[in-house]
């Protein structure tokens, strides 16, 4: 562990009060700040310290929370203020989730429309992240949460997030047997580049998940032992026969044989895009129908009104009005006698 809790970091900008966990390289805190407000903050774990790259793990830290904060999008955990220092350790603050993780989902099995919805959020998250030429690296169920009360999904963890580029960024020393299977096969190899298609094998290894609640054969052992993949409709038969061979294709493991983007992966399982709203940005008004024609009758209404009262006004001004037949004179003078 990095600090004892509770600690202030910056001047007590931040109070952390508990440990959310360890990950691979770091830990996460909850917080709050001055407002009282929860947030997670996320460093590298002070164990590190002596190994002998300790420096670099730290740069590389720096450089992907620069990267990820370009990364903006509503279902990809949001960073609240660039990186910070704090007793020689790097340190990032991120939006506090509330929720729960789909690797701790009440449900084993979710339904097919519910588990699409979460797979087509996180995987238009995913083509931003890839937009600005980096790849997750660690897709998975527990790396997905979803907001309380209600079925959005937000992709969190990118402290294995890299370069499209970058290639010897092997992870079977590191990764659990749990999360081995949704580990594409060239994240074993120190010489493959990664690229789009390494998170769509692990994009699809999650939807196999969601809807078998069993985990996949792991890539190692497909390749070392020659054990071949269940297909999903083995373990559901419920599992539509597009999303069942969806998921098959977007587990091969050649890269090549894979969707090249995740959009493409969505495209054949029938998902179409959603507009993305950037929130920084001014939304033209919509033009609302119905509300203009009420508008409309409105204004013809006070027009009809006024116009009325005015043809009243113009008409007792020029047109005297005759006496009535009924109506007698008053004589002005006394009859003669």
């Not at 890839?130 to 660690?138: A, C, G, Y």
């Not at 190692?220 to 597009?242: H, V």
């Not at 998902?271 to 993305?276: A, D, E, F, G, M």
């Amino acid at each position: 562990m990095v600090w004892a809790v509770p600690k202030q970091l910056q001047s007590g900008k931040y109070t952390l009060e508990s440990v959310l966990g360890g990950g691979r390289f770091g830990i996460t805190y909850l917080a709050r700040d001055q407002k009282g407000d929860r947030i997670v903050v996320k460093t590298l774990d002070d164990q590190l310290q002596n190994q002998p790259d300790f420096r670099r793990l730290q740069e590389r830290f720096v450089q992907e929370a620069f990267k990820l904060a370009k990364c903006k999008h509503p279902h990809i955990v949001r960073l609240l203020e660039d990186p910070f220092q704090e007793d020689d350790l790097w340190c990032i603050a991120m939006e506090y989730i509330d929720g729960i993780d789909l690797a701790h989902r009440q449900k084993n099995i979710l339904p097919e429309p519910d588990a699409l919805q979460y797979i087509q959020q996180i995987g238009e998250a995913l083509t931003v992240v890839h937009q600005n030429n980096l790849v997750h690296r660690d897709v998975k169920p527990a790396n997905i949460m979803i907001r309380a009360g209600s079925k959005e999904a937000v992709l969190i963890d990118f402290g294995l997030a890299r370069g499209i580029d970058s290639k010897k960024l092997s992870v079977s020393n590191v990764e659990t047997e749990a999360e081995a299977g949704f580990t594409p096969p060239e994240l074993y190899s120190q010489t493959i580049e990664l690229g789009a298609y390494t998170d769509v094998y692990s994009l699809a290894a999650t939807l196999y998940n969601l809807l078998t609640g069993q985990l996949p054969t792991s890539a190692k052992e497909r390749l070392q032992n020659n054990i071949a993949l269940k297909e999903p409709r083995e373990w559901n038969p419920q599992i539509s026969e597009n999303i069942n061979l969806g998921i098959v294709r977007a587990m091969d493991l050649d890269p090549k044989k894979r969707p090249q983007s995740i959009q493409a992966w969505l495209d054949s399982l029938g998902l179409k895009p959603t507009p993305i709203v950037n929130p920084d940005q001014p939304q033209p008004r919509k033009f609302n129908l119905e509300l203009w024609l009420t508008v409309i009758g409105l204004i013809l209404a006070l027009i009809a009104i006024f116009t009325g009262i005015f043809q009243g006004d113009i008409r007792e001004f020029f047109i005297k009005p005759s006496p009535s037949p009924t109506q007698k004179s008053t004589p002005t003078e006394l009859p003669k006698s």
